[in-house]
Nanobody, 126 residues
Framework: QVLLVESGGGLVQAGGSLRLSCAAS????????MGWFRQAPGKERERVAA???????????YYAESVKGRFTISRDNAKNTLYLQMNSLKPEDTAVYYC????????????????WGQGTQVTVSS
């Protein structure tokens, strides 16, 4: 298990940007698949982006269609931190955003992840 703490959420106008961070401790961050998920009120949690470890898994990133070209997931293994750069934000991006850690190469479903953060609220006003 690894402890994950998200930060960086807030209120932003449509078209604006935010960068979320997720600080990890207590595990081997560089070896994990890391993902960002979000859950809006009344909706199911959905995967936004995921990134595999470097080396054998080449650090490949995957994105939901709804955020491709707008969001960028990245990781800094030296700082044990995961990021999500969110640009051109839309009101439909409003949700609680969670980071999660899992075992590669699986990355697609929430049950592929064994550790979750507490979430950070992102609100995009129109």
């Amino acid at each position: 298990q690894v402890l994950l703490v998200e930060s960086g959420g807030g209120l932003v106008q449509a078209g604006g940007s935010l960068r979320l961070s997720c600080a990890a401790s207590g595990g081997t961050f560089s070896a994990y698949t890391m993902g960002w998920f979000r859950q809006a009120p009344g909706k199911e949690r959905e995967r936004v982006a995921a990134i595999l470890p470097a080396g054998r898994w080449s650090g490949v990133a995957y994105y939901a269609e709804s955020v491709k070209g707008r969001f960028t997931i990245s990781r800094d293994n030296a700082k044990n931190t995961l990021y999500l750069q969110m640009n051109s934000l839309k009101p439909e991006d409003t949700a609680v955003y969670y980071c999660a850690a899992g075992t590669p190469p699986r990355y697609q479903r929430d049950y592929d992840y064994h550790s979750w953060g507490q979430g950070t609220q992102v609100t995009v006003s129109s």
